[in-house]
C-alpha cells in the first residue's frame, strides 16, 4: 500500500468533527441582555433564560455557536454533513461526566448527493451522541482539582449570602 500525499491529507479528517462555545448556566450572574444588544444577542439571552428556566443551572453547561460535522468519505468536498446545534448538557454531581444534553440540532450543510431525509434523521440524532462523548473529551483535558476548588467556593460564597445567587432565588 502506498502512502500517497492524498492518503496523508485523508488521515487528517476526522469522521467527526464538533467544535462549541460552552457556558456554564451557574455563570449567569445577569439574564436580562445590555440595553444596546443586537437583536440577535437579546434573542441568545432569551434562549438562556429559557435553558435555565427548564433545566436550573446546576451542572448544566449552555452550548452554542457549535457545529458538528460528519465526514462520511475522505473528502469533505463529497461526503460532508454538517448540523449546527445548540442548547444544554447535563454533567454528574461532580461535574466530572457529561451524563446528557438537550440540544436543537439543524442541518446546515451537506455535500453529499446521494443523502436521503431518513438519513438525515438519524444523524441529526447522532448529533446528540456524538455531542457527549466530546464534552467529556472537553472535561478531561481540564484540570479536575482546579474545578473541585472553584466548586468548593462557590458553594462557600452561596452559603455566606445565605443561597441568595440573584433572580429571586
Not at 41 to 55: G, M, N, V
Not at 87 to 110: C, P, W
Not at 142 to 168: C, I, N, W, Y
Request: hydrophobic fraction near 40%.
Amino acid at each position: 500500500m502506498s502512502n500517497t500525499k492524498a492518503d496523508t491529507n485523508a488521515n487528517k479528517l476526522r469522521p467527526v468533527d464538533i467544535s462549541f462555545d460552552c457556558m456554564p448556566l451557574r455563570s449567569m450572574a445577569r439574564l436580562d441582555p445590555p440595553l444596546d444588544a443586537s437583536p440577535a444577542l437579546a434573542a441568545k439571552y432569551d434562549r438562556i433564560k429559557a435553558a435555565i428556566a427548564e433545566h436550573g443551572n446546576y451542572n448544566t453547561y449552555f452550548l452554542h455557536n457549535a457545529i458538528c460535522r460528519f465526514f462520511v468519505t475522505n473528502d469533505p468536498n463529497n461526503g460532508m454533513i454538517a448540523f449546527r446545534f445548540e442548547g444544554v448538557v447535563f454533567t454528574d454531581e461532580t461535574d466530572s461526566r457529561a451524563r446528557q444534553a438537550s440540544l436543537k440540532v439543524n442541518l446546515e450543510k451537506e455535500t453529499c448527493s446521494w443523502l436521503e431525509q431518513h438519513v438525515v434523521k438519524w444523524f441529526e440524532e447522532s448529533v446528540t451522541q456524538a455531542v457527549l462523548v466530546e464534552f467529556n473529551r472537553y472535561i478531561g483535558v481540564g484540570d479536575p482539582e482546579q474545578t473541585k476548588k472553584r466548586l468548593q467556593e462557590m458553594e462557600k460564597a452561596l452559603d455566606s449570602r445565605g443561597g441568595f445567587v440573584g433572580m429571586h432565588l
